[in-house]
Nanobody, 123 residues
Framework: QVQLVESGGGLVQAGGSLRLSCAAS????????MGWFRQAPGKEREFVAA????????DYADSVKGRFTISRVNAKNTVDLQMNSLKPGDTAVYYC????????????????WGQGTQVTVSS
């Protein structure tokens, strides 16, 4: 059974940093894309960043490019999201997801989801 478990969320002041981690288990993810999405209150879930587990290639939403970095640690089977220069607009529940086919930014092509972790950025 596939499990994705996020950790590392919390409360931080604007300009600060947080590191989210997604622990993946239940299958081999080498051929998968691992994505981070976020959902703020009253808004739709949106793409943040993704990484191809096998090649290491990455993709970022324009709103986080240059501030966030996604990486994977093969030995630990985790995918991390380093978030720097955080803004109040980054406040949301952050979700880890895994998908094997389709458009990398499209939420519909992700098959497995974690339970989410809250990130709150105060001004």
């Amino acid at each position: 059974q596939v499990q994705l478990v996020e950790s590392g969320g919390g409360l931080v002041q604007a300009g600060g940093s947080l590191r989210l981690s997604c622990a993946a288990s239940g299958r081999t993810f080498m051929s998968y894309r691992m994505g981070w999405f976020r959902q703020a209150p009253g808004k739709e879930r949106e793409f943040v960043a993704a990484i191809n587990w096998g090649s290491g290639s990455t993709d970022y939403a324009d709103s986080v490019k240059g501030r966030f970095t996604i990486s994977r640690v093969n030995a630990k089977n985790t995918v991390d999201l380093q978030m720097n220069s955080l803004k109040p607009g980054d406040t949301a529940v952050y979700y880890c997801a895994a998908g094997s086919v389709g458009v990398i930014r499209d939420i519909r092509f992700y098959d497995y989801w974690g339970q989410g972790t809250q990130v709150t950025v105060s001004s």
